[in-house]
């Protein structure tokens, strides 16, 4: 049930692209919560999802914004507070790609070229949207910005290829603009580590299907699903969290801190008999 956590607050979600997003899920969370909201994501993605079924949903308008484009963050913080006459209060990066993953070459063999296109897309673009915001006075005090990460930034998971480097680096970034952004203008920045979850991205991934049964039995809580992210980034968008910046917070049924279950053992056991 709705408490209206969100009322009177307006935002930029960046990523929906389907019902199986996170992203979907917290526009539609942040509308329910009493927010306004913005959709935007690339040109290319707009064409292949069904954003525009969600901006109906949402009431919302849907601005095209290339993330490795300055001058198309630029345009999309002015043409959002222009819809909403004034600053924004949350801003939700949740973009990532990587043409290596895509195309199933190896980590130790990655194409340079496309390895550079996976961290300009999925890392430096959280700085180039900060940057954008920053420059145009675009996030009212104590707003506060997310970013969707993966343990993979910490730990070695072979499928997650350069992807995890991109994690990694996404961040750093959010703890070194979590800084300036906070003297500058008390806004937050934060990312949250979450379960591998069955979205049109996260099925991409070499063995997620394994990985996702893995990680559900090595979870106390289990894997935390794409609603459930929903309802920490609403948390986090709110002013119950106004003192919660550059952390990375794991959102992931307790598999980050467990070094192994008993259901795993068992399963294991099972196997060298």
């Not at 954008?132 to 993979?152: F, P, Q, R, T």
Request: proline share 2%; aromatic share 8%; hydrophobic share 45%.
């Amino acid at each position: 049930m709705a408490n209206q956590l969100l009322k009177g607050k307006k935002g930029i979600i960046f990523g929906a692209l389907d019902e199986r997003s996170i992203a979907w899920k917290t526009a539609l969370s942040a509308v329910a919560e009493g927010a306004e909201i913005v959709l935007t994501n690339a040109p290319i993605a707009l064409r292949m999802g069904k954003i525009n079924e969600l901006a109906q949903q949402c009431n919302a308008q849907v601005i095209p914004a290339d993330a490795t484009s300055d001058a198309d963050l630029d345009a999309l913080m002015t043409k959002s507070m222009e819809i909403f006459g004034g600053k924004v209060d949350f801003i939700l990066h949740s973009i990532g790609m990587s043409p290596n993953v895509r195309k199933n070459i190896e980590y130790t063999k990655s194409n340079h070229e496309n390895f550079l296109k996976t961290l300009d897309i999925s890392a430096l673009s959280l700085h180039r949207v900060l940057q954008a915001a920053m420059k145009a006075d675009a996030i009212n005090e104590w707003g506060s910005v997310l970013a969707l990460s993966y343990i993979a930034a910490q730990r070695t998971f072979p499928g997650y290829n350069d992807m995890a480097d991109a994690k990694a680096v996404l961040e750093s970034i959010a703890r070194s603009f979590g800084y300036h952004y906070g003297f500058a203008r008390k806004v937050r920045v934060n990312t949250i580590s979450q379960s591998p979850t069955i979205t049109t991205a996260g099925s991409g991934v070499s063995g997620f299907d394994a990985f996702y049964t893995y990680a559900d039995k090595m979870s106390p809580l289990g894997n935390a699903s794409a609603e459930d992210c929903a309802n920490y980034c609403i948390m986090m968008f709110s002013d119950y969290t106004r003192m919660v910046t550059m952390q990375n917070l794991f959102h992931d049924g307790g598999f980050s801190y467990t070094g192994v279950s008993a259901g795993i053992i068992e399963q294991m056991q099972q196997a060298a008999q």
